[in-house]
């Protein structure tokens, strides 16, 4: 046996293994306890405690045929605002301040219904692909699956996300001010490879996709991107896609507006001018204050949030913690992410985890020491074209405060000496 386990050694294996360990934070800690006997960190050198769940068998394999999260986790759900006049047309949030890495697990993944969530049977479900083409189609599923294929991880945001915040702080916690945001990995056939199967007419210029649910839900989308990467998506993260996300297929525009990638597609019609269905025209257009409108408002601009420390915690100590959050662009790759902890006087870049994909959820990191005082946490999106996220200020200078859509400005979480976080504009 190794020297490890001879009499004795215990405590002398605890030590060097803490001391490799150990950051500055804990040096001063462990030196204390290198030099007496008894101190609260050599009691740790106890030997373990033999748990219950240690004495026995645990659960048999195919306990759970689909596998679900520890029961100690099951506050780690999707959440609703309730109280809208029929649940069917509502909106349920991810839980962003308890996930980790930049992949939403499907079942926390947000959900935004307008007319609730039809249950299609995929052996009679159809797309239909008509007019300014050669072919007029309708494609089964089997049909669509075995054609060629990419898969992709990429963001979704409803371009509602945080619109309660263009008047200053709206929402109490991270899932309800930035919740309407995913990132997958979404499995389908390019768009471009069906419509060539049809034969696009060059008059072309835009396409009506719609829905199969109750509210026949249908936008207008460029022909010019339905050529370059938009995906007839049936996979998400590696399965068929749920129910609530379009099962058995969904139009999805890598970048765009939530609301363009359409669920449960069941048309596509190509035309020469826009369709200017209600979903453009007195949705998810964005009112300035000269009364006009911006329309066709595709792009998710760039944008961040800190999801470690956010309202949705507390601290419950001064010293070490790493602050964490997400950023991304609809117009590509983010290239910076900055960080302060004093309301914007001071930044540090932060460092941004591997892979940076085009257009998914970016992670980024910053270490701190909270010294216990007051603090004003921020992050800063920078993307690849040199675009800086704006503060809210300048947002309702470009934009007024009537738009409703499209709010990306810089969030700001205040850290009290009590450890309570809330949101806050500076
Ligand atoms: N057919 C249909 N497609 C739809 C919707 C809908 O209600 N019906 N909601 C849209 C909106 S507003 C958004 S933000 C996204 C939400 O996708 P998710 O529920 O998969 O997160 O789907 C879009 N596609
Ligand atoms: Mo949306």
């Known amino acids: ?12 294996f605890l030590r060097a293994g803490g001391s490799a360990l150990a950051g500055a934070a804990l040096a001063p800690a462990i030196a204390a306890a290198q030099n007496k006997t008894e101190t609260p960190l ?20 195919l306990w759970q045929p689909y596998g679900q999260p520890s029961s100690f986790e099951k506050n780690v759900v999707r959440r609703s605002r309730a109280a809208a006049p029929f649940a069917g047309a509502n909106s349920s949030m991810t839980p962003l301040q308890d996930l980790h890495g930049i992949i939403t697990p499907t079942g926390l993944v947000f959900e935004r219904h307008h007319s609730g969530i039809p249950l299609i049977d995929p052996e009679r479900h159809r797309l239909a692909v008509h007019g300014l083409v050669a072919r007029p189609t309708l494609f089964s599923m089997d049909d669509l699956v075995r054609l060629p294929s990419v898969s992709r991880i990429h963001f979704l945001e409803c371009s509602g ?3 309660r915040e263009w008047k200053g702080p709206g929402t109490a916690s991270l899932q309800f001010s930035h919740g309407l945001l995913s990132c997958c990995e979404w499995t389908g056939v390019p768009l471009s490879v069906v ?17 199969a649910d109750a509210a026949g839900m249908t936008r207008s989308i460029p022909v010019s991107k339905a050529l370059d990467d938009a995906l007839l998506v049936y996979a998400q993260n590696g399965e068929r896609l749920r129910p609530e996300h379009g099962y058995p297929l969904r139009l999805f525009l890598p970048g765009f507006e939530g609301n363009m990638s359409v669920k449960w597609l069941r048309r596509l019609k190509v035309g020469r001018e826009p369709f200017m269905s209600r979903e453009e025209t007195s949705k998810y257009t964005d009112s300035l204050p000269d009364g006009t409108a911006r329309q066709f408002t595709f ?7 800190i999801t470690f420390p956010a309202p949705d915690h507390r601290l419950r100590q001064p010293g070490f913690y790493e602050i964490s959050g997400l950023a991304w662009t609809g117009r590509g790759r983010i290239k910076r992410v900055d960080v302060s902890t004093d309301g914007g006087r001071n930044w540090s870049a932060a460092a941004l985890q591997e892979p940076v994909l085009d257009r998914a959820l970016t992670r980024f990191r910053l270490p701190w020491r909270w010294d216990g005082a007051p603090a004003v946490l ?17 947002l309702v200078a470009a934009r007024g405060l009537e738009s409703g859509y499209h709010f990306n400005a810089i969030q700001s979480w205040k850290v009290a000496a009590d450890g309570v976080i809330t949101n806050v504009q500076v």
């Open 195 to 211: 419509l060539d199967e049809v034969g696009i007419d060059p008059q072309g210029a835009w396409i009506l996709a719609e829905g």
């Open 378 to 394: 921020q992050s800063r999106a920078v993307d690849e074209g040199g675009y800086v996220q704006p503060t809210g200020r300048q």
């Open 1 to 12: 046996m190794s020297k490890a386990s001879a009499p004795g050694s215990r405590r002398r």
């Open 161 to 163: 996300n945080t619109g």
């Open 299 to 305: 792009l998710m601009e760039t944008k961040s949030v």
């Open 42 to 61: 050599a009691g740790q050198a106890q030997p373990l405690e033999v748990a219950p769940w240690s004495k026995t068998p645990g659960e048999p394999v």
